[in-house]
């Protein structure tokens, strides 16, 4: 278990990446070794589901069997399984399989089969792992079907026909429950549709440590892939000292909320009160403070003109809820432009994105003291203003050159500012290139639906804004702190993936002695 305050970060690939790192052991003769290891680790996670429904001993495993390395790590794997008892069965999807995985499972008394048969309690999805490319087609296996509504979903190395570095998948692709990767966490497993088709991940580890390259994309766990060996840890939060003011604690000022919207602003500064931070300056017209501060009274209210007589905040958060008042959006421009010339952190969310597109005009880009926080909608908007149509596709949902984590990283360059792309896994990426990947999940699954309601985004400003103010790490850490905190906040109200909550309950989750609103 990690603490509360400290992240582990585990390396993540791409599909090439870990092909590259395998070559110099299958030139070496070492490529039976890797697959057995793969083998072992996915039988082992079988048995420990069978275990948990019951045994090993008798249980029927079914798996859907490709004809390349694939469906090579499955037979080998059914070969354990059937050594401890398990009755194995395999239905070869394109009438072949790799042959000396095939013989061994013939040997250890697996039987090949035509259907899935009833019942089957787990099924492996083996049909095509790295090697994928172009459509793919779900077999139509007889039996299949049934079997999905009632047999525990095992992925070998990644759910066939999910893309191993987008995360691209089509329909026809099988959700499992778990998938056992290989080597190491693809990017696939994470982003797209694959962060939800994947399930729960385990690594198993099968030797390519040393052969494997530095890479540039991390993802934000806890998960159960934890273990990983090269697993590193992200920057902890500082806790406040002892001797700390307010001011030396640290700052933040939020200009959110209009008469149109006024629920934003409160929501931005409660979760700031709620994180913990010297003090919380709200910058909005009397109409929306009075609402604020009736909720929060430790927020200071200050009149928009009057903003510039203010001691200056250490952190900024430019957007929610300001709508499309000009004069508030020329308010939050002027406060923009203090952040770009003092350097100071800064979030743009929501309606602060509208004030990229002068930056762009006026500087040629933001800088790296500013966070920007879209939702894909709010991207594509801002690819617009870019005319930058191959940004655009990249934020396609599911067109055929969506790739999210490329997208926020060719933002964060255009911008030359971090970039928070939000979503079920939320990428964050660096000018630099650097990206971290973080998939909600509750348990280990993927999934916290529950964030999925008006104002959520609202509430991870003030988290973003409080943490910035707070902590000295990069905006990167800073960012993957508050993401985390965010949805952990939400895991822990909604155990059970109900999306039975609104934003202003995440508050009081973020911290129960806050005062209520
Ligand atoms: N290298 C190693 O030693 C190790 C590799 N490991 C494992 O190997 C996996 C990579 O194996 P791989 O390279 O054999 O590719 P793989 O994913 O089985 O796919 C090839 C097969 O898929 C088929 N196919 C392709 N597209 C398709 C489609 N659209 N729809 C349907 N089928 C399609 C294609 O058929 P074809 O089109 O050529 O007839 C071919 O038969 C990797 O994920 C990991 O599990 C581990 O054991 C560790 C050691
Ligand atoms: N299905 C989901 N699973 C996990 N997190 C989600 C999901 N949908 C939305 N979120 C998170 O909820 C927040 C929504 O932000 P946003 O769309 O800006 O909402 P709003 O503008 O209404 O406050 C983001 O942090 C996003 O990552």
């Known amino acids: 278990m990690t603490r509360d305050d400290e992240l582990r970060l585990l390396p993540v690939y791409r599909g090439e990446q870990i092909r590259e790192a395998e070559a110099p052991l299958i030139e070496a003769g070492r490529g039976a070794e890797l697959m057995r290891r793969a083998a072992y680790g996915l039988a082992d996670c079988v048995a420990k589901i069978l275990q948990r429904r019951g045994r090993v001993y008798g249980a029927t495993v079914t798996a859907m069997v490709g004809s390349g390395n694939n469906g090579a790590d499955a037979l080998y794997a059914l070969s354990f399984l059937r050594r401890r008892g398990a009755a194995v069965r395999a239905v070869l999807v394109r009438g072949c399989a790799h042959q000396a995985s095939l013989a061994a499972f013939q040997r250890a008394g697996g039987r090949v089969v035509e259907s899935v048969p009833e019942p089957t309690e787990v099924l492996i999805d083996a049909v095509v792992g790295t090697g994928f490319s172009g459509d793919y087609q779900r077999p139509q296996t007889p039996g299949l079907e049934a079997a999905l509504s009632t047999a525990t979903v095992v992925a070998c190395d990644l759910p066939s026909g999910v893309d191993a570095d987008t995360g691209q998948a089509g329909d026809g692709v099988i959700s499992a429950e778990h998938t056992v990767t290989f080597g190491g966490i693809k990017q696939g497993l994470l982003a797209g549709a694959g962060s939800h088709l994947s399930g729960q991940l385990h690594t198993a580890d099968i030797g390519l440590g040393p052969h494997l390259p530095k890479t540039l994309v991390r993802a934000v766990s806890p998960h159960p892939a934890a273990d990983v060996a090269s697993a590193g840890r992200g920057e902890p939060l500082r806790s406040p000292a002892s001797t700390d003011h307010k001011y030396s604690r640290g700052t933040v000022g939020i200009h959110a909320g209009s008469d149109q919207f006024p629920g934003a602003a409160q929501l931005s500064v409660g979760a700031a009160v709620a994180t913990g931070v010297g003090m919380v300056t709200l910058v909005a017209p009397e109409t929306v ?229």
């Open 289 to 517: 403070r009075a609402h604020v501060v009736a909720a929060w009274p430790e927020t200071l209210g200050v009149e928009p003109d009057q903003q510039g007589r203010q001691a200056r905040t250490g952190a900024t958060v430019l957007g929610p809820g300001l709508g499309n008042d000009p004069q508030r959006l020329n308010e939050a421009q002027a406060a923009l432009e203090q952040c770009l010339d003092d350097g100071s952190p800064c979030v743009l969310d929501a309606s602060g994105l509208q004030l990229i597109r002068h930056q762009l005009h006026q500087r040629g880009g933001l800088g790296h003291n500013v966070l920007i926080t879209p939702h894909l909608g709010e991207a594509r908007r801002i690819a617009g203003d870019l005319r930058d149509q191959v940004l655009g596709r990249m934020l396609a949902t599911d067109g055929p050159k969506s790739d999210p984590v490329e997208a926020a990283r060719r933002l964060s360059g255009s911008l030359d500012c971090f970039v928070l792309l939000k979503g079920a896994t939320t990428v964050i990426a660096a000018p630099d290139a650097e990206v971290l990947l973080h998939r909600a999940q509750t348990h280990g699954r993927p999934g916290v639906p529950g964030l999925a309601t008006a104002g959520t985004g609202d509430v991870l400003c003030g988290i973003l804004g409080a943490l910035a103010a707070t902590q000295q790490g990069s905006w990167l850490d800073v960012a993957a702190h508050a993401v985390h905190r965010h949805t952990q906040a939400a895991a822990g109200l909604d155990p059970r993936a109900e999306a039975s909550f609104g934003a202003s309950a995440l508050i009081r989750a973020l911290s129960p002695s806050a005062v209520a609103p």
